[in-house]
Nanobody, 125 residues
Framework: QVQLVESGGGLVQAGGSLRLSCAASVRTFSPYAMGWFRQAPGKEREFVAAVTWSGGTTYYSASVKGRFTISRDNGKNTVYLQMNSLNPVDTANYYC??????????????????WGQGTQVTVSS
């Protein structure tokens, strides 16, 4: 069974950048899409970005569009989230997830069937 492992979280000052990575543990990995979500304490899990595995089509939430960039490296079975211009409201635990579904509802957590353990991002003011 595939496992997703996130890395790259940490503490950064407002205005700074971080790059998150999410690697799949299997040699052959072919989801329909990969997504990044985040969850702050006391809040619901929030969609951040998604990318289709084959075509590379990207989707972003309004709150991160223009600041974050999602990308994937199919050869490395890895998806990335480049986060620029970070501010304290971006503080959360960030999760990657994969879905075999191609129905474009990539902002809905329920369509993803495999999740990573999360990586904490803390942005100080």
């Amino acid at each position: 069974q595939v496992q997703l492992v996130e890395s790259g979280g940490g503490l950064v000052q407002a205005g700074g950048s971080l790059r998150l990575s999410c690697a799949a543990s299997v040699r052959t990995f072919s989801p329909y899409a990969m997504g990044w979500f985040r969850q702050a304490p006391g809040k619901e899990r929030e969609f951040v970005a998604a990318v289709t595995w084959s075509g590379g089509t990207t989707y972003y939430s309004a709150s991160v569009k223009g600041r974050f960039t999602i990308s994937r490296d199919n050869g490395k079975n890895t998806v990335y989230l480049q986060m620029n211009s970070l501010n304290p409201v971006d503080t959360a635990n960030y999760y990657c997830a994969s879905t075999p579904r191609g129905d474009s509802h990539y902002n809905v957590p329920g369509i993803y069937n495999t999740w990573g353990q999360g990586t904490q991002v803390t942005v100080s003011s």
